[in-house]
Structures are given as structure tokens and as C-alpha cells.
């Protein structure tokens, strides 16, 4: 999507402004992801570091640097929301549920996932007809063994 949008976290504390094209927008299944955030698969919305930034609160939010990946969390020391994470490219990662709670509890068209990535990694497999990226974003597909 390329129109300019806003999330805010839970409690309002804190509002990012999120401008240009997603560069991603899916179901990521790799095991950073897993790790960073405790979750089995994580949802996304994909933008470069500076298509996203703070409108307000800036000054009421903590990183959290991951002890041994290059990958944060970005979260309200208030409520304790994460606004983003950041991978290895240091893209900011929202999550789309964060993004749906934003636009009055769906995913804008433009950023409806439209793929699996780093599906070889899953811990959970998906039954559906999207595009299923083995070891990344592009590249090999897994391919359903009948
Ligand atoms: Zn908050
Ligand atoms: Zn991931």
C-alpha cells in the first residue's frame, strides 16, 4: 500500500507513520522470527527503515536487542506492545495484527499476505493455496506431496 498510515500501540502512548510500498506481506515461518517472539508463525507487514517512523512517543519506547541475533523488538514501555521488530536487513517487521486493530480490525487489500516465506523452517504447516517460499522470500517452492 502506499498510502501513508498510523498504528498505535494499546494504551495510545505511542503512533508510527508508515509511508511506501511493503516489501513483504505474509506469513513468516523462519525459526528468528519463532524465537524473538514466542509465537509459532509470525504475520507481516514488511517496510524499509525509513518508510517507518514515529509520529509520537518516541521517547516511550524500549529496544530490545536479542542476545545473539541481529534482531530487536521495538515495544511501549507502557503497555509493553511490540510496534515492530527489526530482521537482519534491519526492515521493519509490524505485525499484521497490529495493523488490522488499526484499520478497524482488517488488513488493508494492499497488504493481505500473499505468501508463506522460510516455509522449510515451519513448525506448523498451512493448508492453503498461497505461494509457499522455502528458504526465503522468493526462490524454491515447497511443493505438496500427495
Ligand atoms: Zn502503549
Ligand atoms: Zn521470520
Redesign the pocket.
Known amino acids: 500500500m502506499t498510502n501513508e498510515f498510523e498504528v498505535k500501540c494499546d494504551c495510545g502512548a505511542v503512533t508510527l507513520a508508515i509511508s511506501g510500498i511493503a516489501k513483504v506481506h505474509g506469513f513468516?515461518h523462519?525459526v528468528?522470527?519463532r524465537d524473538l517472539l514466542d509465537i509459532p508463525y509470525?504475520s507481516v507487514a514488511v517496510w524499509g527503515k525509513e518508510d517507518v517512523t514515529f509520529k509520537e512517543g518516541e521517547g516511550r519506547v524500549s529496544t530490545f536487542q536479542h542476545p545473539t541475533k541481529r534482531m530487536k523488538r521495538i515495544f511501549c514501555s507502557n503497555c509493553g506492545e511490540v510496534l515492530f521488530n527489526t530482521n537482519v536487513l534491519d526492515w521493519r517487521v509490524i505485525s499484521q495484527q497490529l495493523i488490522s486493530k488499526n484499520n478497524n480490525g482488517a488488513v488493508p487489500d494492499a497488504l493481505i499476505p500473499d505468501k508463506h516465506i522460510?516455509y522449510e523452517q515451519r513448525i506448523v504447516s498451512i493448508d492453503d493455496d498461497l505461494p509457499k517460499y522455502l528458504r526465503g522470500i522468493s526462490g524454491a517452492l515447497y511443493e505438496e506431496s500427495s
Request: charged share 15%; hydrophobic share 15%; glycine share 0%.
Open positions: 513468516c523462519c528468528d522470527c509470525h522460510f
